[in-house]
């Protein structure tokens, strides 16, 4: 079992930049893919970003490509994920996600366990 926290949401002017944070408890950490997804009200889950096990091998949505970062620390069992120029369209609940798999995979089915989720808010 793994539990999945994240912080670092909020309200932010178009333009500007935020850094989630997932912390993660529970199996080894290193052993997990570990994801990036939203979702505003009324669209489904989107995935932005993901992360292999050593943190060498990322992918992006073409939305976030050139503006969020993921990483993650291995020894602090976390994952970030940087957002710069932020658009009003990124207005959204931030999800990290985590997949007993070495293998990336940008289906959120693919996914066996979920954070709550922090809300990113950008306004114009």
């Known amino acids: 079992q793994v539990q999945l926290v994240e912080s670092g949401g909020g309200l932010v002017q178009a333009g500007g930049s935020l850094r989630l944070s997932c912390a993660a408890s529970?199996?080894?950490?290193?052993?997990?893919?570990m994801g990036w997804f939203r979702q505003a009200p009324g669209k489904e889950r989107e995935f932005i970003t993901a992360v292999n096990w050593s943190g060498r091998l990322t992918y992006y949505a073409d939305s976030v490509k050139g503006r969020f970062t993921i990483s993650r620390d291995n020894v602090k069992n976390t994952v970030y994920l940087q957002m710069n120029s932020l658009k009003v369209e990124d207005t959204a609940n931030y999800l990290c996600?985590?997949?007993?798999?070495?293998?990336?995979?940008?289906?959120?089915?693919?996914?066996?366990?979920w954070g709550q989720g922090t809300q990113v808010t950008v306004s114009s």
């Open positions: 996600a985590a997949r007993k798999s070495r293998v990336v995979h940008t289906d959120p089915f693919g996914y066996d366990y």
């Open positions: 529970g199996r080894p950490f290193s052993s997990y893919v």
